[in-house]
């Protein structure tokens, strides 16, 4: 399970992953559990606990996305899914099973999108494995998945610094 956050340009930030030795610390308003490789665990094997009003001014795209690192597919775990609990009381708002026959022989899966939209957050589900045997570099995979930034913003872009750190405007 992993978080991949952009900014209003699309340039990427940061992408967090339950490997990552910082994943179990606060992010700005984004908490990764860490990874738990063998599954051992009741319940959910890792979480992504989001905190909106927490999340800095210059993130405007955050991915929720699904990758098994080691050779395994989804069809190789037992019952895989990625699933969205709304906050206040943990009740499901969307959940997928990753062993369709078309994930079954994935290891990719890019589930959701969320959206900085003025007065709030909005969510788009994503719903898409990623083909092939190498993992993505996570990056330059969820461009695609962009919404389209406006030719006004695209002639900003080659005006500005270079991406600010997460937190940072």
Known sequence: LLYSVFD????HIRTVSGKDSNARNATHGIYHTGDDSDGSDDGDDERITLDLMGIPQNVHHIFMA?????????GNVRNPQARILKGVDNEMAIQINLTDKIG???????FVRLDRQSGGWSLQTI???L???N???????LIDFLPQISNEKKKKIADLPPTP???KS
């Open 8 to 11: 209003e340009y699309g340039r």
């Open 66 to 74: 699904v990758e098994i690192s080691s050779r395994h597919t989804f």
């Open 104 to 110: 079954a022989s994935e290891r990719a899966y890019v």
């Open 127 to 129: 719903n898409s494995y």
């Open 131 to 133: 083909q092939g045997a």
């Open 135 to 141: 993992l993505p570099e996570w990056e330059h995979s």
């Open 165 to 167: 750190a997460l937190g």
